[in-house]
């Protein structure tokens, strides 16, 4: 098949930036949370989310659930305020990878979507924080659209709004096993660039493998 991108699907977490550094950024203050209303070591707590993070993953539901049971916290309430501090919390400090400064180049040939899940609250705020809501031609928030990765209704909805086919398109994604069976099955080409939590992940529906964005601008380049 000859391929001719005028497309661009980026996912966001993992892909554009590294995941975990919200988690870090996050269990700071969260810790200093725990510490003024439950008299909980601010270090103590903090450790005891990362060693689930560590043990679980960025994809894990349940991190203040187990992190809080080993701290002996049972106030259930503790939970749902923690995953409300979690969505909301200052974002001074968080950086995207460096390449992603990419994305201001293949604007100027391609149509750019990120198509991103989870909290729009807080997946809205961090793409506004890295400025990429001025870079992308539009962000999709799954959350909306109703289907989540790896639904291939997702990618018809963002191929619909361009009015681009699936041969003409091309998704971007660190996770093969969320990013890539649903934009396959419509046609799309899937590119993985392996970094962060999934990269020991095996490929999984997987045209092309690469290490940085920057070698998808140089593989474009090529094509």
């Known amino acids: 098949m000859i391929w001719l991108i005028k497309l661009l699907i980026f996912d966001f977490d993992g892909t554009l930036f590294d995941a975990k550094d919200y988690f870090h950024l996050a269990f700071g203050y969260i810790g200093d949370w725990l510490s003024k209303d439950y008299g909980i070591e601010k270090g103590a707590a903090a450790r005891a989310m990362e060693k689930v993070l560590e043990g679980k993953g960025v994809s894990y539901k349940k991190i203040f659930n187990d992190s809080f049971a080993a701290l002996g916290l049972k106030d259930e309430g503790a939970v749902r305020k923690a995953v409300e501090l979690f969505h909301r919390i200052p974002l001074d400090g968080l950086k995207p990878y460096p390449d992603v400064a990419v994305l201001k180049q293949l604007k100027e040939q391609y149509d750019i979507a990120i198509v991103t899940q989870g909290s729009r609250v807080k997946q809205e705020r961090k793409i506004a924080w890295f400025g990429l809501d001025k870079v992308v ?53 899937t590119c993985r660039v392996v970094r962060g939590d999934f990269a020991d992940v095996p490929d999984i529906c997987c045209d092309i493998r690469l290490d940085s964005l920057k070698e998808v601008r140089e593989f474009l380049e090529k094509a």
Do not use: C, T
């Open 137 to 189: 031609d539009e962000v999709v928030y799954a959350q909306d659209v109703g289907y989540l990765k790896p639904d291939p209704r997702l990618y018809e909805e963002v191929l619909e709004r361009f009015g681009h086919k699936a041969s003409e398109s091309m998704v971007v994604g660190d996770n093969p096993i969320m990013d890539f069976p649903g934009a396959k099955a419509l046609g799309i080409m």
